[in-house]
């Protein structure tokens, strides 16, 4: 991949951001993960702004990793 679309890590924060409107953590790690995933999402905006759109993307990643295995989990619902 040449080029990394800014729209494109925009696109998967905002759908990130929506499903953190929605979620609780159900336990001590829960609360954890949760945390993780708010900074990479803060890392991720961090970079943004800088214009480095790899890290900014890996950062998203890192985001959605979180958030999806803490929910296979069961530690956050």
């Known amino acids: 991949m040449d080029?990394?679309?800014r729209e494109e890590i925009l696109k998967w924060l905002q759908k990130l951001e929506?499903?953190?409107k929605n979620v609780k953590a159900?336990?001590?790690k829960?609360?954890?993960a949760l945390e993780?995933?708010?900074a990479y999402m803060y890392d991720s905006n961090h970079f943004l702004k800088g214009n480095n759109l790899f890290l900014a993307l890996e950062a998203a990643i890192w985001?959605?990793?979180w958030f999806k295995i803490s929910k296979?989990?069961?530690l956050i619902e």
């Open 30 to 32: 829960g609360r954890e």
């Open 3 to 5: 080029r990394i679309p």
């Open 63 to 65: 985001a959605w990793a």
């Open 72 to 74: 296979e989990l069961k």
């Open 36 to 38: 993780n995933v708010k």
């Open 26 to 28: 159900l336990n001590e």
């Open 18 to 20: 929506r499903e953190m």
